[in-house]
């Protein structure tokens, strides 16, 4: 059974900077697309940035030259470098393993969330 485990969450000024990590085990993770998640108090859970098997990169206008989302497929892990954070972006942000070599539909396997928190 695929599990992803995020780390690397926590409360950081605005400006500040923070390396999630998304760990993958029980399951393929060179062949598929990945993805990271978010989801803020009251809003519903928007795409944050996505990764093909290729290594090709997709962000929300949001987030774009601030984040970049990177792989490892020696460690099993994907990660989400956030840069120059902003109180818009506390929200708990999830990983997740599409079905696909490209990001398309919607995810098949979730991790359960870390939080991060920016203040202003």
């Known amino acids: 059974q695929v599990q992803l485990v995020e780390f690397g969450g926590g409360l950081v000024p605005t400006g500040g900077s923070l390396r999630l990590s998304c760990v993958v085990s029980g399951g393929t993770f060179s062949s598929y697309a990945m993805g990271w998640h978010r989801q803020a108090p009251g809003k519903q859970r928007e795409l944050v940035a996505t990764i093909t098997r290729q290594g090709a990169t997709n962000y929300v206008d949001s987030v774009t030259g601030r984040f970049t989302i990177s792989r490892d497929t020696a460690k099993n892990t994907l990660y989400l470098q956030m840069n120059n954070l902003k109180p818009e972006d506390t929200a708990v942000y999830y990983c997740?393993?599409?079905?696909?070599?490209?990001?398309?539909?919607?995810?098949?396997?979730w991790g359960r969330g870390t939080q991060v928190t920016v203040s202003s």
């Open positions: 997740s393993r599409y079905g696909w070599v490209t990001p398309r539909g919607s995810p098949a396997n």
